[in-house]
């Protein structure tokens, strides 16, 4: 007389569980990432023409003749919709493609003010044009 052993189903049940799960999670080769499908849109500091800024936190910058970038800051940048010249810094290269990758310098009467920047983003000829005349840079 054979009877199943309660271990030896149990273990079955186990391998046969795990090596399904992956299948159902795994992504499709069909979908990519949403990152994945917008490229990425990186300048060199060396190309930024002009700056322009109507909010502490916002600079936007012309890269080149018609692109601009939208560089958001962690938190205010002192004097920076005041200032005539402000340095952009690159950590770690010469090119900016995340908010990571740059901060923003401002001079300012009690000395230089480092703002990180946290998002970094091309727009669009729709949203340049939107923007009020002091942010178009």
Request: charged letters at 20%; glycine letters at 6%.
């Amino acid at each position: 007389m054979t009877i199943a052993k309660p271990f030896t189903v149990a273990l079955a049940s186990l391998v046969l569980a795990t090596t399904l799960a992956p299948a159902g999670m795994a992504r499709s080769p069909v979908e990519p990432d949403a990152a994945a499908k917008a490229p990425r849109q990186c300048f060199w500091t060396r190309q930024i023409t002009n700056f322009a800024s109507d909010d502490p936190n916002v600079v936007h910058v012309r890269v080149g003749v018609k692109d601009v970038y939208r560089l958001e800051m962690f938190g205010p940048c002192l004097d920076v919709d005041w200032n005539n010249e402000i340095a952009v810094v690159s950590r770690g290269g010469s090119n900016i493609c995340s908010g990571l990758d740059a901060e923003i310098i401002s001079p300012s009467q009690i000395g230089p003010h480092r703002c990180p920047v946290r998002e970094v983003r091309k727009l669009t000829a729709a949203e340049i044009a939107a923007l009020p005349k002091r942010a178009r840079p």
